[in-house]
């Protein structure tokens, strides 16, 4: 190899290594000069032997030089190119730091817990507290004791769901209302109470706009000796206004409950129709709030009192129905879908 050849060699490589733009084909250029099948400068070498002796030195030695300039030059470009490589990845991945920051999601209570506790602070400015009691429940705490006997004809309204089991929870039933912690909070205590006993029940019912087979209840009780009827309507109609408003008129009906004697329903007017009819309130233009009563004298002798003493009264209330008519929800199955676009409003 001449020194023109060498040069003219060197030229050549410098040219088409700095035409490489990518790691590919920086990798080809390398294994056409260096390639030990095909390469340049390989075949070179291999071409050496067939030299006259006196040449072969001096031809070994300027293609060696040649071999070592090109791979400080192949090592230089392979650092541009990664160099190269990280600052357009900089650029791809770069976060702009002026853009406003992404707030993290913030949950809220759902409505009916919302409206739980709102009944819960209520009635604490009567002077009521609240107590529990569990959901899967007897037959005597749930139907017996509330004067509700095997044959009675009430239990049909309030056909539930029985557990199968051979056990301690041997004929024992998802509880129907939240009355039956009023008969355990009246046997562990003595007059005068005031309670209020919130929690989930269960009954077979039909699903519609107004009903579900879980909701949530809201018992309040009352004994105290003197206790009559205009106690109960006065207190209600408090209750009514302070969550509904003044506006919101409030209606007593007659009705029946084997636990409360005499017994009346409450209803209010229904907020989406404004009492002019619609399928909420099943076109008559009230919703029903609740059942209530003065307490039974034969629930009272099943926890011990004495009823020619002591007398109390007794109201329940579906809480999501109260959160129905607050938030302006027309249909109780919204509360439960859980549906995202429904929950977010709140």
């Known amino acids: 190899m001449t020194h023109a050849t060498h040069d003219a060699l060197l030229t050549e490589a410098q040219l088409s290594l ?47 030089q040649a071999k070592q300039t090109l791979e400080l030059l192949y090592q230089k470009r392979a650092q541009q190119l990664q160099h190269e490589a990280i600052a357009a990845q900089l650029v791809r991945e770069r976060t702009d730091v002026t853009l406003p920051a992404r707030r993290p999601f913030k949950g ?22 609240v107590a529990e009691g569990p959901e899967v429940e007897d037959d005597w705490h749930n139907f017996t004791a509330l004067n509700t006997a095997a044959d009675h004809p009430a239990r049909d309204a309030q056909d539930t769901f029985y557990l199968q089991s051979d056990g301690p929870l041997a004929k024992c039933l ?9 008969i355990r909070a009246m046997m562990a205590q003595t007059p005068p109470l005031r309670l209020i006993m919130p929690g989930r029940v269960y009954r077979r019912d039909d699903v519609t706009r107004r009903h579900y ?22 207190l209600l109609t408090s209750l009514c206004r302070s969550l509904f408003g003044e506006a919101r008129p409030v209606r007593f009906r007659p009705s029946f409950f084997p636990f409360t004697e005499p017994s009346c329903e409450v209803d209010v007017g229904c907020p989406f129709c404004a009492g002019q009819g619609c399928g909420t309130c099943s076109h008559s233009g009230w919703i029903e709030l609740g059942g209530a009563g003065m307490v ?27 959160a129905m008519i607050r938030y302006g929800v027309n249909d109780i199955r919204h509360l439960w879908e859980n549906d995202d676009r429904f929950l977010r409003q709140f």
């Open 296 to 322: 039974h004298p034969n629930v009272l002798q099943a926890v011990g009192y004495d009823p020619s003493v002591i007398t109390g009264l007794a109201f329940g209330m579906g809480i999501d129905r109260v």
């Open 108 to 129: 809220s209570i759902h409505p009916v817990m919302a409206t739980r506790d709102e009944l819960v602070e209520l009635f604490a400015y009567y002077g009521f507290t």
């Open 174 to 182: 998802l509880r129907t209302q939240t009355s039956s912690v009023q």
């Open 18 to 64: 700095s035409a490489t733009r990518s790691v590919a084909e920086l990798e080809s250029w390398h294994v056409q000069y260096f390639g030990r099948e095909q390469g340049v400068l390989t075949g070179l070498l291999r071409a050496i032997p067939s030299l006259p002796p006196k040449e072969r030195g001096t031809v070994g030695k300027a293609i060696n």
């Open 213 to 234: 087979p879980i909701f949530h209840q809201l018992e309040a009780l009352m004994v105290e000796p003197g206790t009559h009827f205009g106690h109960l309507k006065g």
